[in-house]
């Protein structure tokens, strides 16, 4: 019993409420309704912490990069990498979901409406929205975008006032601990918020919320499997002249790391030591990029955000512009680096992405009951997209030749 209630096996207690939720709905359907206000307050905690945890997310991310020679050597290229590889992987991740449309075809017994406003900028507005004229009221309104921006802009001034910033570094260290602890103690709490969510889908939406959960779930793999090798394989063998199995043999060794723990933070020591030993990889380059990558980039993000986007809006019977869809794009670029490095913790940035978007984050309860099975893609592209990046950073200073590392053990 004490295992079952350990930290590390908080999915387990998940998928237990999810089952328990199901069960319910269909046992009790008229009581599976009135209790919902358990699945809400649960949201509502996600909700609270969703400034908090970007805000830490960013600052500390970019505030601990303390390598400033290698920073300046590499550091633009290898962001740059990151977030062109995200756009593609978003945009490959897109065509997939558009093609399948996991969140169609399905019969419902109440077919789900919303009415809320569905976020469409035009160039003018999203300029103005994202700089406010009081970051304050933008962080209490639950702005997102403009309190991302102005922690990207404050953290980079804190790093250029060296030693006169160390005080604030420090302390936002400290506080994006507490603030991960405190959203861990509210992640317990997501067995009893998944059950009481499960069971209102089910006695709200009858048995076609599970062809939908399905539909979606191999939506998200597709997408991961597909970027996998669109997106980095192929690039990365082309230009590296890395072997083709050479390399999927080293990413299937990282991937059996990463599969079990949902990490990209624990998987790190093995993504450096199999990027070097394996693969070839020069040393200094490598505990740069791999740990940078480990912080931003994030293109198992881009599959999530984007599958999430098509599948909620497509539930609800909503309609995403084009407009809509290239700002649904720059936003999960500028949220990716604020993913937490806790169980579920993906949930919050979900839930963070959609409310942006201005669509319902009510699904985000049912998801949160299998996340763990869609984490286990989304975090292992993420590391892979680290491995491919760093081969072709090393690539384009001259310090790798994937022809000559061909006999790397």
Known sequence: MSTFFAKKNLFLRVAVGFALGIVLGFVAPGFSISTKVIGDLYLNLIKLMIIPIVVCAVFCG??????GAMLRKIGFR?????????????????????????????????????TGDITSPTISSFLTTIVPTNI??????????????????????????????KEVVAFMNSLSSAMFKMLSYFMELSPLGVMS???????????????????????????????????????????????????????????????STTSSAATLPTTINVSMEDLGAPEGVSKFTLPLGCTINMCGG???????????????????????IVFLVLIATLINMAAPGIPGGGVVLGASFLSILGLPIDLMGPISGFYRLLDMAFTTINVEGDVAANLIISKSIGEYDGAAAGGAK
Do not use: H
């Open 62 to 67: 970019i505030a601990n990069i303390r390598d």
């Open 78 to 114: 290898t962001v740059l990498l990151y977030v062109v590889m995200f756009i593609l992987s978003a945009a490959v991740s897109l065509a997939i979901a558009y093609a399948i449309r996991p969140g169609m075809g399905t019969v419902f017994e109440n077919a789900p409406e919303y």
């Open 136 to 165: 304050v009221k933008a962080a209490a309104d639950g702005s997102t975008l403009p309190v991302i921006l102005f922690t990207i802009v404050f953290a980079v001034a804190i790093v250029s006032i060296g030693d006169a910033g």
């Open 197 to 259: 969510l499960m069971a209102f889908s089910v006695a709200q939406y009858g048995a076609g919320i599970f062809s939908a959960l399905a539909k979606y779930i191999f939506c998200c793999w597709l997408c991961c499997i597909v970027v996998f090798f669109v997106v980095m394989v192929l690039p990365t063998c082309l230009y590296t002249k890395v072997g083709f199995m050479q390399l999927l043999r080293a990413c299937g060794k990282i991937a059996l790391v990463t599969l």
């Open 302 to 324: 881009a599959c999530s955000f984007c599958c999430l986007a098509v599948f909620v809006s497509d539930f609800y019977g909503i309609g995403l512009e084009f407009g809509t």
